[in-house]
């Protein structure tokens, strides 16, 4: 539960940051695609994870978290391009990098663990 509660506030701050970030970039019209992309995959990650903690079932839960898995994915994705475009450079960029990295590793490890656990009942 302790783990529960962390991870709901780490993905939520990964969200505020996303969202920071977002607000930091110089406008242009392509630009403009990429922060609503990167926005809606971003503030997803939080939204989902707290939805699939309160999932009635372990399918529910696992489904739930297959969604989580691939906004956080996606925002990786979006945040790679911004890195490869040099929009910016930074170390703001670098952390959500980072932090985008190891939620991604760490759903995809609930997910095989649950799955193993669903498995051997």
């Keep these: 539960m302790h783990q ?12 505020i940051n996303v969202l920071n970030f977002a607000e930091s970039l110089e406008y242009s019209i392509v630009k403009k695609v990429i922060v609503n992309q990167i926005t809606k995959s971003g503030s997803s990650v939080g939204a989902n994870y707290r939805s699939a903690c309160r999932g009635r079932s372990d399918a529910e839960f696992l489904s739930k978290m297959n969604i989580v898995l691939e906004e956080a994915d996606e925002t990786l994705f979006w945040l790679e391009i911004i890195e490869e475009m040099n929009w910016k450079n930074n170390e703001e960029l670098k952390l959500l990098l980072k932090e985008a990295n190891e939620l991604t590793a760490i759903f995809v490890t609930i997910i095989k663990n649950t799955k193993n656990r669903i498995n051997t009942k």
């Design 4 to 15: 529960d509660k962390d991870l709901k506030n780490r993905t939520k701050q990964f969200t």
